[in-house]
């Protein structure tokens, strides 16, 4: 079992930065793979970034590429995403995720945090 906790979030104007932290706890080891997905209003939950605990292998989607930065600390177990530059298409609930493989499917992960809503105004 691996329990995963987001907090962060919040509202900012466009062009503005937030960072998110996502504690894991539990048989973490199982899980090797971290990653975060987002899921706004009457949309799809899509990927947005994920690493791995040992090597700090990185994948992001391409809409956030360049803006944010996926990044872990093994001592806390926590996991953090960087969001620089946001734009109000990036308003959404954002989710934590722990998995075995590097993915963009969610289906592929197995364990998932309560979510953490991020708002970015125009």
């Known amino acids: 079992q691996v329990r995963l906790a987001e907090s962060g979030g919040g509202l900012v104007p466009a062009g503005g930065s937030l960072r998110l932290s996502c504690a894991a706890s539990?048989?973490?080891?199982?899980?090797?793979?971290m990653a975060w997905f987002r899921q706004a209003p009457g949309k799809e939950r899509e990927f947005v970034a994920a690493?791995?605990?040992?090597?700090?292998?990185?994948d992001y989607a391409d809409s956030v590429k360049g803006r944010f930065t996926i990044a872990r600390d093994s001592a806390k177990n926590t996991v953090y995403l960087q969001m620089n530059s946001l734009e109000p298409e990036d308003t959404a609930v954002y989710y934590c995720?722990?998995?075995?493989?590097?993915?963009?499917?969610?289906?592929?992960?197995?364990?998932w945090g309560q979510g953490t809503q991020v708002t970015v105004s125009s």
């Open positions: 995720a722990a998995g075995v493989s590097i993915s963009k499917w969610p289906q592929t992960y197995h364990y």
């Open positions: 539990g048989r973490t080891f199982s899980r090797p793979v």
């Open positions: 690493i791995t605990w040992i090597a700090s292998t990185t």
